[in-house]
């Protein structure tokens, strides 16, 4: 061909991009007639520029949306901005610049960026956090959430990062230091504002059961772990030398005979009397200092436990017997009571530390194991243990409880190791929290026609164990709402998390300017049909947004009770094996490969490269390998074009060429459509246009019905990448003949006669059980089986926790996964 037309992305992608602005094309609307999608990618800190772990999650997520638009669907697809935080001060401080100046730039770069990759957001519904319009609305469901007395005031010991200058909630503490710069973490008392999460323990729990077939069950696991309900008793022990009793919580009512001593959290108020004046007093003082350094997770991790005894003894209840009571670094305050009673015969963590400190080891419950090596935490016959002896231990906790109360020292009870969500930040770039402090009323919300509480300019971000606000007296120095008196404003700001825990609400009703949430609205729109991030947020984003979800319930804004339907977690991008990183050196910047290789081409690897829920190793031979790819394509349409058309005669009869080439085309179908549902395999369905492409190539029949149905190959082509690479499949499209938008066509169909000639069942085992049988072709090598079976959507949760050993593999029968724990 004398005039080829060549395959310019860098003219196509801007052309197409503006094409679907100008029409609209993904402008959200309410319309009944339709079901709704809502597809929701969790919104990214302005943090400056976008980075491939960006690029992955949004490809995923557009990929979804436009698939779902294609099969139907009225599709919300919002992006925005979680623009208020701790980096943006730290920058305006290192570059002597105002946060919102440094805020507002970013915004602006990123979004370019993303435009760049011709993601289907609706950008009418776009919102950034730190807008003065979404912190008055926060600011109004903070006390609206106050006068329901989900939010609270008092002073408590916190996590404190001397670096960031602010407080952390206990789930952004990692191994002892702050999750964001890594950090020693410290405790202090400090008042704080506090959300009662506590309140919708139960509830929060037991949703997790409505969640198991659209959430990983990773994620559900960490939630039900962080939330961690126990159900025992509460035991009273007295301590007679000072007049006192402390009470415990224990899940094992039923080894109470064989306390023999007692453990307290070093920050217990009894503590310090407990060794006051006694020879132990300078050691337990040393001990408790040195436990304040100790982060939570550090204190409960596997590590070694230490302890200090207090030179005092407790009264066992049920027995009479003194045992001694010692301060433990494993203890907390913040779990059921301070205070533990060790059971070192059925404790393992008990056991080690009677064996460190030579402490009386008594059974109480018999086993074939006895407690020469380790504790025995089975069920089993009570002995040693007076009137319940020859009980089985399940009926004797619920009898030594009776007897407990019957006795005025115990009773039944329910704890929780979740605690409440400190949001107080002593930082300034946070949105303001709504309270005046006046020593005669009280603390007093800020009137609603006061709203927004607005940050002050020219603030000196100086960074102390105070806000910034503090140091502003015209911020700071306010009259009462209710006396008219001289009073307080509130100067902290609140915790970043609060403005991401419901920002998917507002995207659904972002045109309604009056009230923070549209109930009309959320009845159409909500919930979130697919939510798509990092499982690094499974114990805070997501378990704050389903909190607060269910709050906003009870408010009447909304009416359900869970905000994400299902969830995909992806995984990272790595290179050389390790996270992209700037400190790591080892970023690949996504405007460079699009200016190389075009958006589709970086859209289409990080889809191809891997399963989304599993780690991407970025590889530059891959995108080279994927460019080469839309190039084949290209030249499928462009190269002969006398080998497809729509012909005026009627078709005749296929040759035998034609029809293997049909029954390829509609198996394709039927598996990119297979792959697209549930876990989105995009990368098999991908290989699957890859093969049909393969098929395709070397067809030359150029008969009518030939150049029909290679036309009807080369459209189907275009629809099933549309999801994926849309730029190209958009250009493709009109020159296939087509002047509407591919991206307003239907989805293509498969004829479930062609599409299951010459398949098998593939019979999918691991450890010798089926867990799995799939429909697949006949002539699949032995490497599609394995992926398929890998990243098959039933198979999938028994490879989480485990690792691979084997990957059995008979041809056209069966895959044999064996697995082991890791």
Not at 119 to 132: G, H, I, N
Not at 241 to 270: K, N, Q, W, Y
Not at 316 to 340: C, D, E
Not at 362 to 378: C, F, K, R
Request: charged share 25%; hydrophobic share 40%; net charge negative.
């Amino acid at each position: 061909m004398s005039a080829q037309k060549q395959y310019q992305f860098g003219d196509i992608e801007p052309k197409w991009q503006d094409s679907w602005n100008s029409v609209g094309a993904f402008r959200a609307l309410v319309d009944t007639s339709r079901p709704k999608f809502y597809c929701l990618e969790m919104l990214p800190y302005p943090s400056g520029r976008i980075h491939m772990g960006h690029v992955r999650n949004y490809a995923i997520g557009d990929a979804i949306a436009r698939y779902k638009k294609m099969r139907g669907y009225n599709v919300l697809h919002p992006m925005g901005w979680d623009a208020f935080g701790l980096p943006a001060e730290n920058a305006a401080i290192a570059h002597n610049m105002d946060p919102g100046e440094w805020t507002w730039s970013n915004i602006a770069y990123m979004k370019q960026q993303l435009q760049k990759l011709g993601f289907s957001y609706d950008w009418e519904r776009e919102l950034a956090t730190c807008s003065e319009e979404y912190a008055a609305f926060e600011q109004q469901l903070f006390i609206e959430l106050y006068k329901k007395g989900l939010i609270y005031r008092k002073k408590a010991e916190v996590n404190w990062c001397d670096h960031c200058k602010t407080v952390l909630a206990n789930e952004q503490v990692e191994e002892g230091r702050c999750w964001r710069d890594g950090s020693e973490v410290l405790k202090k008392e400090l008042e704080q504002w506090f959300f009662r999460i506590t309140a919708y323990a139960d509830e929060l729990l037991e949703g997790l059961d409505t969640l198991t077939d659209g959430w990983p069950e990773r994620v559900l696991t960490m939630q039900r772990n962080w939330i961690g309900k126990s159900i025992g008793a509460e035991i009273v022990f007295e301590i007679p030398e000072i007049s006192e009793s402390i009470t415990v919580f224990t899940t094992r009512p039923d080894t109470l005979f064989g306390a023999t001593f007692m453990t307290l959290a070093p920050e217990h108020p009894l503590a310090l009397r407990l060794c006051a004046g006694k020879e132990t007093e300078a050691g337990v003082k040393a001990f408790i200092e040195k436990v304040r350094r100790q982060d939570t997770i550090t204190r409960t991790s596997d590590k070694e436990k230490e302890g200090v005894f207090t030179g005092a003894s407790a009264i066992n209840p049920v027995n009479g017997q003194s045992i001694p009571v010692y301060l433990g670094n494993f203890v907390l305050m913040g779990y059921g009571t301070g205070a533990v009673m060790a059971v070192p015969a059925h404790d393992q963590r008990d056991f080690a530390f009677a064996r460190k400190y030579q402490l009386p080891i008594t059974e109480v419950i018999q086993s074939e194991q006895g407690v020469a090596g380790e504790a025995w935490t089975g069920p089993g016959t009570l002995i040693n243990s007076g009137r319940f002896n020859g009980m089985d231990n399940e009926t004797a906790k619920k009898a030594i409880i009776d007897h407990l109360q019957q006795q005025g020292k115990g009773t039944a009870s329910i704890n929780f190791r979740l605690r409440d969500w400190g949001i107080s930040r002593q930082r300034y770039w946070g949105n303001p929290i709504p309270m005046i402090h006046c020593s005669q009323c009280g603390v007093v919300p800020v009137p609603a026609d006061q709203l927004p509480v607005k940050l002050p300019k020219g603030v000196t971000l100086q960074g102390s164990e105070e806000s910034p606000l503090a140091t502003v007296p015209e911020f700071v120095n306010v009259s009462c709402p209710t006396c008219a008196g001289p009073a307080r404003r509130e100067t902290d700001t609140m915790d970043t998390f609060v403005e991401s825990s419901w920002y998917f609400h507002r995207y659904a009703c972002q045109e309604d300017k009056t009230q923070p949430i549209n109930r009309q609205a959320m009845d159409y729109w909500m919930d979130v049909d697919q939510y798509i991030g990092g499982v690094e947020h499974a114990v805070m984003h997501l378990l704050y947004a389903r909190f607060f979800h269910k709050a906003l319930r009870d408010l009447g804004y909304v009416g359900s009770d869970e905000p994400f339907t299902r969830l995909l977690t992806q995984g990272m991008v790595l290179l050389g094996g390790k996270k992209m990183s700037k400190s790591l050196g080892n970023i690949v910047d996504p405007d460079e490969m699009i200016q190389r290789y075009g958006a589709d081409t970086v859209r289409l690897f990080t889809l191809f490269a891997s399963p989304p829920e599993k780690d991407l190793e970025w590889n530059e031979s891959g995108v080279e390998g994927a460019f080469r790819f839309l190039g084949r394509l290209w030249r499928l349409v462009h190269e002969d074009t006398t080998r497809y058309g729509r012909s005026a005669e009627s078709p005749g009869e296929l040759s035998d060429d034609a029809r293997k080439l049909q029954q390829k085309l509609h198996q394709t179908i039927k598996r990119v459509t297979q792959n697209m549902e549930g876990h989105y395999h995009f990368n098999t369905a991908i290989a699957a246009t890859m093969e049909l492409v393969n098929e395709m190539t070397p067809f030359s029949d150029t008969s009518p019905s030939g150049k029909a149905l290679f036309q009807e190959a080369l459209e189907a082509l275009c629809r099933l990448l549309a999801p994926f690479v849309p730029h190209i499949c958009e250009e493709l499209w009109q020159d296939l003949g087509h002047r509407s938008l591919l991206i307003n066509e239907p989805w293509p169909a498969f004829d479930p006669e062609l599409a299951s000639a010459d398949e098998i069942t593939l019979v999918v085992q691991v450890n010798g059980k089926v867990r799995a049988k799939i429909e697949v072709d006949a002539g699949i090598d032995k490497a599609q089986m394995q992926q398929l079976a890998l990243e098959h959507e039933r198979i999938l949760p028994y490879l989480e926790n485990v690792e691979i050993k084997q990957v059995i593999v008979v041809p056209g029968k069966l895959v044999n996964i064996v697995v082991k724990p890791k």
